[in-house]
């Protein structure tokens, strides 16, 4: 296997199916099959990640639920790019009285909080607010993140302008 050239993330999976441990092999064939599907979206999303910025700037609200009081925008901007450089996840919230998806509102599940975004209504480029960012058990945000889309995230870059309220994000486009 060593001597054919086949990307680190699907070497990966075909390691774990000849593994000798059957629980280190994929359970069946619709595990393997989501491995691969998660291998390549990741890749798609990889390739579209520098066409598609997003920027974030942060409410009140939402600072003080990343950073504490007093609010603090810095500590709260480092926390927020901490929080989302590694896996991330995207979709729609649902409102709470019809259960039907708000495309206007964004969640994002992060490594130890949920962000709510609207998108800002003064700007039409994708710039969002985060308007909330609570910090959530684990299990509230793997049911966030196996109901949304995995997202790369961009390394940190500061922002064109010189704009300190706005933190960037890569998206695929699919979450607007």
């Known amino acids: 296997m060593e001597a054919v050239k086949v990307p680190p993330e699907v070497r990966s999976i075909l390691e774990a199916c000849v593994n000798p441990e059957p629980g280190e092999r994929p359970a069946n064939g619709s595990e393997l099959a989501s491995e691969f599907t998660r291998v390549r979206q990741q890749r798609l999303a990889r390739q579209e990640q520098p066409r598609n910025p997003v920027w974030l700037s942060l409410t009140r609200a939402a600072q003080v639920h990343l950073a504490g009081e007093p609010a603090d925008w810095a500590r709260a901007g480092a926390k927020l790019q901490a929080d989302l450089s590694g896996q ?34 003064e700007d039409s480029a994708p710039r969002f607010v985060v308007t909330a960012a609570p910090a959530l058990e684990f299990e509230v945000l793997e049911r966030t993140r196996r109901h949304g889309l995995a997202l790369p995230v961009k390394g940190h870059q500061d922002v064109p302008g010189g704009g300190r309220e706005l933190c960037p994000l890569a998206a695929t486009g699919s979450a607007q």
């Open 88 to 121: 991330v996840s995207a979709g729609f919230a649902r409102d709470r009285e019809t259960g039907k998806r708000n495309r206007r509102l964004i969640l994002l599940a992060g490594a130890e909080h949920r962000y709510m975004l609207k998108q800002d209504p």
